[in-house]
């Protein structure tokens, strides 16, 4: 499609008069868009940005408020029908034809510097709108990374979550277990487990008995401040 458009040829007749534009919203005249009105004012404006009043009668002529130059002025269509002295105001090449071409020189000029001021106005919104779009997009990809990042935690998060609650069910399922196997336990088993809790109970109170029996003549001995011979039971025996 490009090679196509660069191959084709450019129509001159087209190109000399793409200066001839609405000087409110830029439509051009050869695009046949709209209706271009030329007001007295010189300003080209179409019938879509001025405002027309009508005349009393059908025969006076309508006028129109100029949004350029807010005046209230007369106006004609742009089209072939044009008197001649304002046709030649479009002339694409006036010294051809010997008209006074500084004046129509001029008015071309004019038209064509308002026009080159919108497309210089256009490309630079052009140009911030490419850098706020290449911004948006370094915001995006930033978003985009930070979003995965919280992706990966909230699964790690995830993870985490159900291995407690894997080690809480194991533990709960224990927990059933021993008491299923208390309630299991016959009841001769529990009590010979509380006898055999008793009587350890017993031999070790027993072996404390012992313990303080061997350890009070001692004390009793070294509370009078006399280290004596300790006195057993007599037993007769012959040296």
């Not at 699964?155 to 277990?177: D, G, P």
């Amino acid at each position: 499609m490009d090679k196509d458009k660069e191959n084709k040829p450019v129509d001159m007749h087209r190109a000399m008069r793409m200066w001839i534009h609405c000087n409110c919203c830029f439509v051009h005249f050869v695009d046949r868009e709209n209706i271009l009105f030329l007001l007295a004012c010189n300003h080209f404006i179409c019938n879509k940005c001025v405002t027309a009043k009508l005349g009393r009668t059908p025969a006076d002529a309508a006028t129109y408020t100029c949004p350029i130059c807010k005046r209230l002025v007369r106006a004609r269509v742009v089209n072939n029908a044009l008197p001649r002295n304002i046709k030649d105001l479009l002339h694409p090449s006036p010294w051809n034809d010997g008209l006074q071409h500084e004046e129509i020189d001029n008015f071309q000029k004019a038209h064509q510097k308002s026009l080159e001021q919108q497309i210089a106005r256009k490309e630079r919104e052009v140009i911030k709108l490419d850098k706020d779009l290449e911004l948006a997009q370094k915001i995006i990809r930033k978003h985009y990374f930070d979003h995965q990042q919280l992706r990966m935690e909230r699964k790690q998060l995830e993870f985490q979550v159900q291995k407690v609650q894997r080690q809480a069910q194991l533990r709960k399922e224990e927990a059933k277990q021993r008491i299923i196997r208390q309630r299991t336990t016959s009841p001769n088993d529990r009590l010979a487990a509380s006898r055999r809790t008793t009587t350890t109970i017993n031999s070790m109170q027993q072996i404390k008995r012992k313990r303080s029996e061997s350890v009070e003549p001692q004390k009793h001995q070294e509370s009078n401040g006399i280290t004596s011979f300790v006195h057993y039971n007599n037993h007769s025996f012959e040296l």
